[in-house]
């Protein structure tokens, strides 16, 4: 056989192997089942917000003149403020809804080709412009959603009713005409307007309930009914604290009743007399829409992809890995079998980090309303020191107003950004539990990691029994137990031994400064969704531009909404009635101080209730001493925000008595 033979058999059994691996040329086939075409509803989305849009500015505009008919004397832009997110007595599911739907929106506009529904085919350059006007359109578009409740009217919630049947009936549609998407994945539209739909079905319910309540009752009842319910919340909450309390049982000692307790302090359970601020109840649904759609995002991101490229491999990654020097098996089908069980285990070891991560950010919301509750109680008895760790006051600043204002977005971004930081963080140690433990434990191969500690287990040892040492000399030799006392002997033996280990107590602290890096790391990232603790020190927590958002957030809520301090002022305003006023004549208007103050009748009170008022009030302010910042301007000046203090019960005594 001649050379050039041997070089053709060769070169025919090269050709064999190639099938057009590395070809440039080669176009990869897409199968028919696999190709999504657009579907046009009958509804398309932006001829109905042509429509919409304004039909909202019309409702906008009927619920200003509603308002301004049946409030005389208010403004005209009083509709501005009707979605009272700082009083308790407003819809709280109603809010809620509708942020959910504005972050919906948000998703919308930052995936979406076209992120203003009015323009379709916009250019690159314009899609930029067109997204900042759509953060401004949908809030004008879900605005009356919000403002149909507010105004506490019939003509309000038919409007509103009118509007969430016609935004949910349409979404509903589109949906069921048009359920797959050509884009990221098959059924990512649909899965991700299932949030968007509840929101739209919760205000659908809503308003007709509140049509049908408001229908039962007079017209005149309407709004002082409301009013007066929310200082019958505040009642409640000072009975609650004049009311007897039983003794609390010590806690069992044990792992068991230990696990138990920690695990129900991250379980929000309602307390009666105690109702949790509207912002915040806004916040944490808005940070369940977060979490569903941040994580939907991911799956759909990650595995798709990994099931397709794990149902496409063939024998010819066993000549790819070849190139890299990898040989996994002599048989290509066995080299292909064990690639889709590593890529199985990569989408295993993803699924598994997502939902634990989803399960540590859902827990963190709820410890998030557990300890709000807990802050709010403090700084309602004057506690500040236990929340801010410093003395501070309760007065309205800029600063103040802005952290509220952007609290809850701050809170949702947050959660967003948490999450998906949490995900690469355990996907990567599930990964790296996975293939350098679990595996070659189960399957006894390529045990590297395994053998590298394995031949360092003399150092492991050494660590070990030092630090074992250390603690039994410690204890039975160095300390000699009295009955009163524990006296330190042997000083001379202890110095000796404090110079023998110095090399081997560095070492372990090098051990040690790796797992305080470890544990230090984790713990930031699993409470780097919670803006009600700081992530640094005591002293530079308000360094934390988070933590610093919600302490001012915290003293806003604790200042204009004081249950103590409402239900005072509304016994102020019960009892300053004439005689067989009823309460439906009562002024309404909380804020207003003018209407405490005596006009022409002069309450006559005998000397006894005089002086049990008096005690009331001096009571009422050693227990809360945040009260007395807002009795008198002379008064605040010396004692502020209760970081002054009475000198005894008697000075305190006189002092209230001189104010009244």
């Known amino acids: 056989m001649s050379s050039s033979d041997g070089f053709a058999k060769e070169d025919s059994n090269y050709s064999d192997y190639s099938d057009n691996w590395y070809s440039d040329d080669s176009t990869p086939s897409?199968?028919?089942?696999?190709?999504?075409?657009?579907?046009?509803?009958?509804?398309?989305?932006?001829?109905?917000?042509?429509?919409?849009?304004?039909?909202?500015?019309?409702?906008?505009?009927?619920l200003v003149i509603l308002v301004k008919c049946t409030r005389q004397g208010s403004k005209l832009f009083s509709i501005l403020g009707t979605a009272e997110l700082l009083e308790p007595s407003s819809h709280k599911e109603l809010a809620a809804s509708v942020f959910g739907l504005l972050f919906c929106s948000l998703c919308t506009i930052v995936l979406e080709d076209d992120p203003l529904p009015l323009i379709n085919g916009s250019s690159h350059q314009m899609k930029e412009y067109w997204k900042i006007l759509a953060f401004f359109y949908y809030p004008v578009i879900y605005f009356p959603l919000l403002g149909c409740a507010a105004v506490r009217h019939r003509i309000g919630y038919v409007l509103g009713a009118i509007l969430s049947w016609l935004h949910c009936g349409v979404l509903i549609w589109q949906k069921v005409e048009c359920p797959y998407s050509p884009k990221i994945y098959t059924y990512y539209q649909l899965l991700s307007s299932f949030p968007q739909i509840g929101c739209l079905l919760t205000l659908s319910v809503v308003y007709p309930t509140l049509l049908i309540k408001n229908l039962r009752k007079p017209v005149a009842e309407e709004l002082p009914k409301t009013e007066l319910q929310e200082d019958m919340n505040c009642q409640e909450y000072v009975k609650e604290l004049f009311r007897r309390r039983k003794h609390k049982i010590c806690p069992k000692s044990g792992i068991l009743p230990q696990m138990s307790t920690f695990l129900l302090s991250y379980v929000y359970l309602p307390e009666k007399g105690f109702y949790l601020p509207t912002k915040l109840c806004i916040?944490?649904?808005?940070?369940?829409?977060?979490?569903?759609?941040?994580?939907?995002?991911?799956?759909?991101?990650?595995?798709?992809p990994l099931q397709k490229i794990q149902a496409g491999i063939t024998e010819d990654i066993a000549f790819l890995l070849a190139g890299f020097n990898i040989n996994l098996s002599d048989d290509r089908k066995e080299v292909v079998r064990l690639v889709q069980y590593y890529l199985w285990v990569i989408e295993v070891c993803f699924i598994s980090a997502l939902v634990f991560s989803c399960f540590i950010t859902l827990s963190m919301i709820m410890k998030t309303m557990v300890q709000h509750r807990e802050n709010l109680k403090a700084l309602y008895r004057g506690d500040l020191l236990n929340v801010f760790h410093q003395h501070q006051k309760l007065r309205s600043s800029r600063s103040l107003l802005v952290s509220w204002m952007s609290f809850t977005s701050y809170q949702t971004a947050v959660i967003c950004l948490a999450l998906v930081i949490e995900q690469i963080v355990l996907f990567i140690c599930v990964l790296f539990f996975a293939y350098l433990i679990a595996i070659p434990v189960l399957y006894g191969r390529n045990l590297i990691l395994l053998i590298i500690l394995s031949r360092m287990w003399p150092f492991w040892l050494l660590l070990v029994l030092v630090v074992v040492m250390q603690h039994l000399t410690a204890e039975y030799v160095f300390l000699h137990n009295s009955e009163l006392t524990q006296s330190f002997l042997k000083r001379l033996a202890f110095y000796v031994m404090t110079y023998l280990l110095f090399i081997v107590n560095v070492l372990a602290g090098v051990v040690m400064g790796i797992w305080r890096m470890v544990i230090s790391g984790l713990f930031n990232v699993v409470h780097l969704s919670r803006l009600d603790i700081s992530l640094l020190n005591q002293k530079a927590q308000y360094f934390d531009p988070g933590y610093n958002c919600y302490s001012q957030y915290l003293r806003l809520e604790a200042c204009h909404l004081h249950p103590v301090l409402r239900a005072f002022c509304f016994l102020l305003i019960h009892t300053s009635c004439r005689p067989g006023q009823s309460t439906k004549q009562l002024p309404t208007n909380m804020e207003e101080g003018i209407q405490l103050m005596k006009k022409e009748v002069q309450l006559r009170f005998t000397t006894s209730k005089q002086i049990r008022a008096r005690w009331h009030l001096t009571y009422t302010l050693l227990r809360n001493p945040s009260l007395k910042l807002f009795r008198r301007p002379a008064f605040t000046d010396s004692i502020s925000n209760g970081t002054g203090t009475c000198l005894s019960t008697k000075s305190c005594s006189e002092q209230c008595d001189n104010q009244l």
């Open 283 to 304: 916040s944490s649904f808005v940070g369940l829409i977060a979490v569903y759609q941040v994580a939907l995002l991911l799956v759909v991101a990650a595995v798709p």
């Open 30 to 62: 897409v199968s028919e089942d696999e190709i999504i075409l657009l579907c046009n509803t009958t509804i398309p989305t932006k001829e109905f917000h042509i429509c919409v849009a304004p039909l909202s500015v019309i409702v906008l505009s009927l």
